[in-house]
């Protein structure tokens, strides 16, 4: 727990921010890519409910998922790279302790 409570340095701050945006816009524009190819299967009305609650379930998802908070983004980033829409290289830069915290929560 005491990786969670640590200090985040105005780099560490950067480099988080900037690995943060590069998951979002990722997990975006996957999910961009998945409703254009939802769009061109619609044929009846139900299937454009289905859509609707896929985009309702995905909002929620993508709402809870990307949450900045300093002592939060331990967790944001294990998630994130075990769903694949980070590296850990991507978070070089943050001190050693953060890194082998999140890189032991994407193994569980």
């Not at 943060?20 to 254009?36: N, Q």
């Not at 830069?93 to 994407?106: D, P, S, V």
């Amino acid at each position: 727990m005491q990786v969670m409570n640590s200090e985040w340095t105005t780099t560490e701050e950067n480099i988080a921010k900037r690995a943060f945006d590069i998951a979002y816009k990722r997990e975006i524009e996957s999910l961009i890519d998945s409703v254009r190819h939802k769009v061109t299967s619609l044929a009846e009305i139900d299937d454009m409910w289905r859509l609707h609650d896929f985009l309702s379930v995905k909002r929620h998802e993508i709402d809870g998922r990307y949450d900045f908070r300093l002592p939060m983004l331990i967790f944001v980033f294990a998630d994130l790279v075990k769903d694949g829409w980070l590296n850990l290289n991507e978070l070089e830069g943050l001190n050693a302790a953060k890194i082998a915290k999140i890189a032991a929560l994407t193994c569980m």
